[in-house]
């Protein structure tokens, strides 16, 4: 069962995912006169997968019913109608989402890392393009969902976010979105763009945060000394540009949540709009975990199976070990080369006995070595030496 599970993705983002929230101590049951017939660990999961596959409620539960695997993986006896789906989705407070987000980011992200923060848009417009240019839509700024995120750089993950449905300004979010990424882990750094420059904003991450601020400064043709703000002009005096191209980062981020999870939110009200952005990121976030823990599994296997051999004095022998140490069957076969050579030479067999020196010798010393996989490396080492014994051997015939 192990085997089929680390094999199937999906099997697996059921399987952390739940064991997270098992860790984050969120109960099976909002509430003792719940109806119990699905849990609030099947409900999250479920609605991630949804995030997950970009599908509408409807589509989405129409999906579950050929997925018979996954089913019976998540515990679920049958498949609860999509307006289940919806109202558990309106009844999740978006704050207990972010904690969730944010716990499992915190699962990848390092310690010290460079924390980058940006925003982007979520579209909430329905109709088409070709639509807009028919009807001549006078309006050009379309409604929108705003999000502020704060990411690793390294690992790429999602560290804090924050939703607005109304246009404001980057850096009213700053402190926000910044402190809740320290409560998740420690940063050694923090890069923005030129939305977030202000003296305040510096201060904030230096001060606050205990994290160097790089953050692009604007009007940069200005002299320094026009410029304002003591830690501006200390920061656009050394301009630390190396860490700065770290900051690109994030934009990456954005580009793959929009591609592979969709850049339209679908839902109607304030509280769904912000939860569905929200497992939107709770999707990329599990999926990242997940690889990285795969590719921990990998490395530590392969280190395993290139453990060195145990001390000597010890009972553990494995199958690799030598029954005769290679430097013994090296003098063995030095040995054997002396005694049996003049005694060879006499058939006076020319073939005969080159074939034995160049091939019986590697062989032999394999056998007694016991390691059959240094047959190449013992031809090369004798190679030369026995190139030496029938030249010694020809010799004394007289060729």
Same mark, same amino acid.
């Given at each position: 069962?192990?085997?089929?599970?680390?094999?199937?993705? @999906?099997?697996?983002?059921?399987?952390?995912?739940?064991?997270?929230?098992?860790?984050?101590?969120?109960?099976?049951?909002?509430?003792?006169?719940?109806?119990?017939?699905?849990?609030?660990?099947?409900?999250?999961?479920?609605?991630?997968?949804?995030?997950?596959?970009?599908?509408?409620? %409807?589509?989405?539960?129409?999906?579950?019913?050929?997925?018979?695997?996954?089913?019976?993986?998540?515990?679920?006896?049958?498949?609860?109608? @999509?307006?289940?789906?919806?109202?558990?989705?309106? %009844?999740?407070?978006?704050?207990?989402?972010?904690?969730?987000?944010?716990?499992?980011?915190?699962?990848?992200?390092?310690?010290?890392?460079?924390?980058?923060?940006? =925003?982007?848009?979520?579209?909430?417009?329905? =109709?088409?393009?070709? @639509?807009?240019?028919?009807?001549?839509?006078?309006?050009?700024?379309?409604?929108?969902?705003?999000?502020?995120?704060?990411?690793?750089?390294?690992?790429?993950?999602?560290?804090?976010?924050?939703?607005?449905?109304?246009?404001?300004?980057? =850096?009213?979010?700053?402190?926000?979105?910044?402190? %809740?990424?320290?409560?998740?882990?420690?940063?050694?750094?923090?890069?923005?763009?030129?939305?977030?420059?202000?003296?305040?904003?510096? =201060?904030?991450?230096?001060?606050?945060?205990?994290?160097?601020?790089?953050?692009?400064?604007? +009007?940069?043709?200005?002299?320094?000394?026009?410029?304002?703000?003591?830690?501006?002009?200390?920061?656009?005096?050394?301009?630390?540009?190396?860490?700065?191209?770290?900051?690109?980062?994030?934009?990456?981020?954005?580009?793959?949540?929009?591609?592979? !999870?969709?850049?339209?939110?679908?839902? %109607?009200?304030?509280?769904?709009?912000?939860?569905?952005? !929200?497992?939107?990121?709770?999707?990329?976030?599990?999926?990242?975990?997940?690889?990285?823990?795969?590719?921990?599994?990998?490395?530590?296997?392969? @280190?395993?199976?290139?453990?060195?051999?145990?001390?000597?004095?010890?009972?553990?022998?494995?199958?690799?070990?030598?029954?005769?140490?290679?430097?013994?069957?090296?003098?063995?076969?030095?040995?054997?080369?002396?005694?049996?050579?003049?005694?060879?030479?006499?058939? +006076?067999?020319?073939?005969?006995?080159?074939?034995?020196?160049?091939?019986?010798?590697?062989?032999?010393?394999?056998?007694?070595?016991?390691?059959?996989?240094?047959?190449?490396?013992?031809?090369?080492?004798?190679?030369?030496?026995?190139?030496?014994?029938?030249?010694?051997?020809?010799?004394?015939?007289?060729?």
């Amino acid at each position: 069962m192990s085997q089929v599970i680390y094999s199937n993705q @999906y099997l697996l983002l059921v399987k952390d995912l739940v064991g997270w929230l098992v860790s984050l101590g969120v109960e099976e049951y909002s509430s003792k006169y719940s109806r119990k017939d699905y849990t609030q660990h099947q409900h999250i999961v479920l609605l991630v997968l949804r995030a997950h596959e970009r599908k509408a409620y %409807r589509d989405f539960v129409q999906w579950l019913g050929v997925c018979d695997r996954l089913l019976d993986f998540l515990g679920l006896t049958k498949i609860p109608h @999509y307006t289940t789906l919806q109202k558990a989705a309106s %009844r999740l407070r978006p704050g207990f989402l972010e904690e969730l987000m944010g716990y499992i980011g915190g699962l990848v992200a390092e310690e010290g890392c460079v924390v980058g923060i940006d =925003s982007t848009g979520f579209s909430l417009d329905y =109709s088409s393009r070709h @639509y807009c240019l028919r009807i001549k839509r006078a309006d050009k700024h379309k409604n929108y969902l705003k999000l502020s995120m704060a990411a690793d750089m390294n690992s790429q993950v999602v560290l804090s976010a924050r939703m607005r449905l109304q246009r404001r300004h980057d =850096s009213i979010d700053l402190e926000t979105v910044l402190q %809740r990424a320290k409560d998740v882990v420690d940063m050694s750094a923090v890069v923005a763009d030129k939305g977030y420059d202000s003296e305040e904003n510096i =201060s904030f991450i230096e001060e606050k945060l205990h994290a160097r601020a790089v953050i692009s400064l604007k +009007n940069l043709d200005k002299p320094l000394k026009k410029t304002k703000g003591k830690r501006r002009r200390k920061l656009k005096r050394r301009f630390p540009k190396r860490l700065y191209r770290q900051r690109s980062k994030a934009e990456t981020v954005f580009s793959v949540v929009k591609r592979e !999870y969709g850049e339209t939110i679908l839902s %109607r009200t304030q509280r769904t709009k912000k939860n569905e952005c !929200y497992f939107k990121l709770i999707a990329y976030n599990t999926k990242k975990a997940i690889n990285k823990l795969e590719t921990l599994t990998v490395i530590e296997g392969f @280190y395993r199976a290139n453990k060195p051999l145990e001390e000597k004095g010890s009972s553990n022998r494995t199958k690799e070990t030598p029954i005769i140490p290679f430097e013994f069957g090296v003098i063995v076969m030095g040995i054997s080369d002396v005694i049996l050579l003049p005694g060879i030479a006499c058939l +006076n067999q020319g073939i005969v006995l080159i074939a034995v020196l160049l091939f019986g010798s590697p062989l032999l010393l394999a056998i007694l070595t016991g390691d059959f996989k240094k047959i190449g490396t013992a031809f090369i080492k004798f190679f030369m030496l026995q190139l030496l014994f029938v030249a010694v051997i020809l010799w004394t015939m007289g060729v």
